[in-house]
Nanobody, 123 residues
Framework: VQLQASGGGLVQAGGSLRLTCAAS????????MGWHRQAPGKQRELVAA???????NYADSVKGRFTISRDNAKNTVYLQMNSLKPEDTAVYYC??????????????????WGQGTQVTVSS
């Protein structure tokens, strides 16, 4: 399963950005999808996650400002980021927990990561 992320950029504090991440591959299904971020000198942290059924989970620091959503038919997850703050500056990574099958029908579970997309919020 491959993940392709897009939508990062430079924005002023108080502005908005929308990140998109699409999963592709053969014979797979996706359970939880999420966004993580890593700022310089800091550990990667979970920002938000969403299950295939639509249950969501957010880091306290983004509650009320960020919204995660997904389109299961397109295997795509979105992160709408509003009221951005300079402390939101980081590389954002999408992640998806997948189940795929080999030609022989063997299931393979995996955690997949997309390439990072830079989000920079200026003060």
């Amino acid at each position: 399963v491959q993940l392709q992320a897009s939508g990062g950029g430079l924005v002023q504090a108080g502005g908005s950005l929308r990140l998109t991440c699409a999963a592709s591959g053969r014979r797979f299904s996706i359970n939880t999808m999420g966004w993580h971020r890593q700022a310089p000198g800091k550990q990667r942290e979970l920002v938000a996650a969403i299950t295939s059924g639509g249950s969501t989970n957010y880091a306290d620091s983004v509650k009320g400002r960020f919204t995660i959503s997904r389109d299961n038919a397109k295997n795509t997850v979105y992160l709408q980021m509003n009221s951005l703050k300079p402390e939101d500056t980081a590389v954002y990574y999408c992640e998806a927990d997948s189940l795929s099958w080999t030609d022989e029908g063997t299931p393979i579970a995996a955690r997949n990561w997309g390439q990072g997309t830079q989000v920079t919020v200026s003060s």
